[in-house]
């Protein structure tokens, strides 16, 4: 016979979606760890965090059920250092045990952010009268490279920013660097003047006599048609060496 009606009817267990996110937390959390370097970083200033949690806070946005502190360490010891982590191609950090296509799409995603902003930055003002931000643009993009990148810095009459283009991307230690191209896009765009940038992926900022030579041919080819070079900038690891600070153009 069918069952008679309860006075009290039975309450079903909540459905994950009724569950308040501070509670599954809790649960998966139980230390509150995660809910303490949350608040350290919206309290604090920028050094509240130290480099691993820094990595460890982004990864807690996709890796929810998991202690991801020896990921984020493990993730410093393969590339480095932050920069080098946010910069580290996806592939690179998929191969390390535990980063799925989710959390190095969230690294990554640190990396052009951090970029953009710099090279925002750059733009505001014109490029010698801000050379620090400059610096820092280039340091964030390049420094941490494993590959030679070379690029141009096209400047206006005002110097400021009309183009940053990359021009080759070559292998460990040697990358091409075409004159003719160079000058023909400055002619093209109307430049005034131009920035030469290159990387070194040893770290050394030491410039080679090629580098030398390739800038004063480049240098002599932008004269004769009215197109200034004002520096050639090698960044590395290390820090940064102006060929133009050094006396050597």
């Known amino acids: 016979m069918p069952d008679e009606p309860r006075l009290f009817p039975e309450r079903s267990a909540p459905t994950a979606d009724l569950v308040p996110d501070r509670v599954r937390e809790a649960a998966h959390d139980p230390s509150g760890h995660r809910a303490r370097l949350r608040r350290r970083l919206l309290s604090g200033s920028d050094d509240a965090l130290a480099d691993h949690e820094v990595i460890e806070a982004l990864l807690m946005t996709v890796i929810p059920r998991m202690d991801v502190k020896p990921l984020a360490r493990m993730l410093l010891q393969r590339f480095g250092s932050l920069p080098g982590v946010f910069n ?46 400059l610096i820092d643009y280039l340091t ?47 002619l093209a765009i109307g430049a005034a003047a131009l920035i030469l940038v290159h990387n070194h992926p040893s770290g050394s900022t030491q410039p080679s006599r090629a580098d030398i030579q390739i800038t004063h041919k480049i240098m002599e080819a932008a004269r004769l048609l009215g197109v200034t070079v004002h520096d050639h900038v090698i960044i590395g690891r290390e820090g940064h060496t102006s060929l133009k600070a050094k006396g050597l153009i």
Not at 101 to 117: D, F, H, M, Q
């Open 140 to 186: 964030i993009d390049m420094a941490h490279l494993n590959h030679e990148r070379v690029r141009v810095l096209y400047l206006n009459t005002q110097n400021r920013l009309l183009l940053d283009q990359i021009v080759s991307d070559g292998t460990l230690d040697e990358s091409a660097i075409y004159t003719r191209e160079i000058i023909a896009k400055a």
């Open 88 to 133: 580290a191609d996806p592939r690179a950090l998929q191969a390390v045990p535990g980063i799925k296509e989710a959390a190095a799409a969230a690294l990554r995603i640190a990396g052009v952010a951090a970029r953009r902003l710099a090279r925002a930055q750059v733009q505001e003002m014109p490029v010698l009268s801000s050379w620090q931000a």
